[in-house]
């Protein structure tokens, strides 16, 4: 089954680094402005995209703290339905090496090139937003 | 077998992509500065990172004037050795849309995610090179 992996090494610890990932005010500094999350198993999050034409819907399955974060995507575009985001955290010497994830694609035709480019893209405003507190979110 | 893939679109016309993806002078301006290349079917490219600490050997096996390049890895990395590099050019109203297939990957437990998240950031440097003349090369 097809899926999109990344992996970067950040220099922040894996406390900074899973922050990021688990509050909405540090989701909005480096994937989408219009966010709602909370860092709870069990949870639903959304992140929105121009002016919530599409808007994600993430279950969040598993949370370790400084480790890992899984999503489960309930929705927002029909290719990214019951796919699985996960964010895998390893303390190194100058940092944190972050593996992502994004599996469960029935396909490789339709936009998973698309998503696999944009999402690296949203990977480096993460780095960014760590390493010199400017990420470069969409605007939501 | 796993590979890479990217989709983005570049705000320029496919002969200026394709000059891009095959000129030494252009290919150094946003991929690495240590090149050699020539847009010759059965040439070698090189491509060198970290004083030729590395250097991606690759064989031209097909060029189609603003289509399609493909390259073969003939080495560099052991695990890049005989995948295969397809970068395909469709011209759309505001540009081109350029589609990165890296394949012929044994496994996707090594290296893989790293040069995904690469990837990404060098084709990155390529639309910014076309866009503003400005890219992010390695500088070799």
Redesign the interface.
């Known amino acids: 089954m097809p899926?999109?992996?990344?992996?970067?090494t950040i220099r922040a610890r894996p406390a900074q680094v899973y922050r990021a990932l688990t509050t909405a005010e540090a989701l909005a500094a480096w994937w989408t402005r219009d966010v709602v999350a909370e860092p709870a198993i069990g949870s639903v999050a959304q992140f929105g995209f121009n002016r919530r034409e599409v808007v994600f819907r993430m279950f969040v399955q598993e949370l370790e703290e400084e480790k890992r974060v899984r999503w489960r995507c309930l929705g927002g575009h029909p290719e990214w339905r019951d796919t699985e985001i996960t964010l895998s955290l390893s303390a190194v010497a100058d940092g944190t090496v972050v593996?992502?994830?994004h599996g469960g694609w029935k396909s490789?035709d339709g936009i998973?090139?698309?998503c696999?480019?944009d999402?690296?893209?949203y990977?480096?405003s993460l780095k960014s937003y760590l390493e010199t507190g400017c990420g470069s979110p969409h605007p939501g």
Request: glycine share 0%; hydrophobic share 65%.
């Open positions: 899926e999109i992996l990344h992996q970067l593996r992502f994830a490789s998973l090139a698309v696999s480019f999402w690296a893209c990977l480096a």
